[in-house]
Each structure stands twice: as C-alpha cells, then as structure tokens.
C-alpha cells in the first residue's frame, strides 16, 4: 500500500495533478472529451464500500480476520525463531574462530569503508562475446552420416 493511500493524502495529490492537467481556456460542459476520460481512468477512485455485515455472515468475517491474524502471528514467531538461530550459530561461530585464529578473527569483524560483499562480485550480464560472431565457422563433417546426393 502506497503512502499516499496510508496518510490519506490521495485525493489531495489526485486532485493537484487533475488542476494542473486541466486545461485554462476549456469550459466544463464542452471541448474535447478525450481529456476528460482520461481523467476519469486514470484517477477516479472505484466505490469500495463494505456491505454491513449481521449475524451469521458478521461472525464468520470475524472468524476468518482472527485466523488471519492468528496465521500472520505465527509465521512471524517462526521468522524470528529462524533469525535467532541463526545468530547463536553466527555469534558461536565467531567465538570459535577467536579461540582458535586470532588473526582471522579481525579479519572477519573489520568492516572496510571500500569493499563490500555485493559490490565484489561480477555481475552477469547478457552482452554478446567479446570475440563476436565467427563467420567462418562450418560444422564438422561426421563420417557416419549417410550422404545425400
């Protein structure tokens, strides 16, 4: 969901950019039409109106929000158990490699403000070869193929 949506400034921003876009000269009855649709595509909000709910069908939208809310809880308690893990493994990790490479230990914990890890690697790429294309290219000859005369 965008900010504008959020903060409910969506209309205010619609509505700037339906003033800049209309014309100065125009009257609102007649001209060109075309504007106007487009207008009206681009940025009319369709009614979203909820039906009101009662009794049986209220109870069941309630039933299916709290089991998606129950669903939604519950993975997120699994991604934090997972991000926990695997940071006792990290931090268990590191202790082991001060205990044996001190060395290699600062090696690991100095950040340098030059390198980073995504920025090392060679990103692919679709160009063509350097090499181009081989004109003179021509395809084996197998012996074992029957000749067509």
Do not use: C
Request: aromatic share 6%; no cysteine; proline share 7%.
């Amino acid at each position: 969901m965008s900010l504008f949506v959020r903060t409910g400034r969506l209309s205010l921003a619609r509505q700037q950019i339906l003033r800049a876009a209309a014309p100065a000269s125009a009257p609102s009855g007649g001209g060109d039409q075309r504007l106007e649709i487009i207008r009206r595509v681009l940025f009319e909000q369709p009614a979203k109106e909820m039906p009101k709910l009662e009794g049986e069908a209220l109870q069941q939208h309630e039933t299916i929000e709290r089991a998606w809310k129950l669903h939604q809880n519950q993975e997120r308690e699994s991604r934090n158990r997972s991000l926990e893990r695997k940071f006792r493994k990290m931090e268990a990790a590191m202790n082991e490699l001060e205990k044996t490479n001190d060395r290699l230990f600062k090696a690991a914990i100095v950040k340098s403000r030059h390198i980073t890890f995504p920025r090392e690697l060679k990103m692919p790429t679709e160009t063509p070869s350097p090499q181009g294309w081989n004109h003179e290219y021509k395809p084996p000859v197998d012996a074992t193929a029957p000749k067509s005369s």
